[in-house]
């Protein structure tokens, strides 16, 4: 616990107090008894007892005029960032050259450095569903994009554009100025589920600027699709035929729709002047309490 004071100047007291104690001590007059040997040790016992009491009151008050505190930093966000959603082909042809586990690879480094978005993510093959909504929980998303592989969501066929309409719909509520959808695939839609036409508008409806990504060989995937999705949102269209490739596209994505993060800091302080103030206040007590007594 990394505490401070807020008035540290208050501890010259202490020094204030030990020259005092040395150099104004008060001269009273001398009496003399009979075994005054031992009523000087039981007096100095006592005078030790009082004394340490004097100071740890002292030393008690002292910290607690002198405000003990913990401060906490925290940053809070001007701006809100972005609100990505991540769309990606998890059919059987993501198999082949391990495309798949390279292509995850890649966009878990491009979760961990949007620190300030929202992201969501939609998984197609045979049919489309959505993983995570959109979230602040990096953490949630990062540990179920592990655990998804090829064949999650069938092995034979390829949803995109229902793919792109689910995920498209997550923006359905969002006040957002800044939306993106980023679309990776090795294939051509074959099931018929959602026209082209329909996805595209739905994404174009809630102003989502969609980023197309063909991975393989030319003829894999339809490379007219792609860009026609790209150009009427607002977004690119990329190919790519090597995972190098690949993570060059989403770092240029990630550069070109960057966070303008604006943020604003403030301290929080949590104070701890009341535990010794209750000590103090207990050994003036016994102070107190001794001294009358003597």
Same mark, same amino acid.
């Given at each position: 616990m990394n505490i401070t004071f807020e008035y540290p100047w208050v501890f010259l007291l202490l020094i204030l107090f030990i020259i005092c104690s040395l150099f104004c001590k008060p001269k009273l007059r001398a009496f003399f008894f009979p075994n005054s040997e031992l009523l000087a040790?039981?007096?100095?016992?006592?005078?030790? $007892?009082? *004394?340490?009491? /004097? &100071?740890?009151? $002292?030393?008690?008050?002292?910290? =607690?005029?002198?405000?003990? !505190?913990?401060?906490?930093?925290? /940053?809070?966000? *001007?701006? /809100? +960032?972005?609100? #990505?959603?991540? #769309? $990606?082909?998890? =059919? +059987? =042809?993501?198999?082949?050259? *391990?495309? &798949?586990?390279?292509?995850? *690879? #890649?966009?878990?480094? &491009? !979760? %961990?450095?949007? %620190?300030?978005?929202? !992201?969501? $993510?939609? !998984?197609?093959?045979? &049919?489309?569903?959505?993983?995570?909504?959109?979230?602040?929980?990096? /953490? =949630?998303?990062?540990?179920?994009l592990k655990n998804v592989d090829v064949g999650i969501a069938g092995m034979q066929r390829t949803s995109l554009y229902e793919a792109l309409f689910l995920s498209s719909r997550l923006f359905k509520n969002s006040k957002a100025k800044n939306k993106i959808a980023i679309l990776l695939t090795d294939g051509v839609d074959n099931t018929n589920t959602i026209p082209l036409d329909v996805a595209i508008k739905t994404a174009k409806r809630f102003g989502i600027k969609v980023y197309t990504i063909g991975v393989g060989r030319a003829g894999d995937f339809n490379p007219q699709v792609l860009h026609k999705i790209a150009k009427a949102t607002g977004g690119k269209y990329y190919s790519a035929d090597s995972g190098d490739k690949i993570k060059e596209i989403y770092d240029e994505i990630d550069k070109l729709e960057k966070s303008k993060i604006k943020a604003n800091k403030y301290v929080k302080k949590s104070y701890f002047f009341q535990y010794p103030l209750a000590v103090g206040l207990l050994a003036l007590v016994l102070l107190i309490l001794l001294g009358y007594r003597r």
């Open positions: 040790k039981s007096g100095a016992k006592k005078s030790w $007892l009082l *004394n340490t009491l /004097k &100071f740890l009151t $002292l030393l008690a008050l002292t910290i =607690s005029l002198a405000s003990p !505190i913990k401060k906490d930093e925290i /940053k809070v966000e *001007n701006t /809100k +960032g972005y609100e #990505i959603s991540l #769309i $990606l082909d998890a =059919s +059987g =042809s993501m198999r082949e050259y *391990n495309k &798949f586990g390279t292509v995850k *690879n #890649i966009v878990l480094d &491009f !979760i %961990k450095k949007r %620190k300030h978005d929202k !992201i969501g $993510l939609t !998984i197609f093959a045979d &049919f489309a569903y959505v993983a995570v909504p959109l979230t602040y929980d990096k /953490k =949630s998303l990062i540990s179920l």
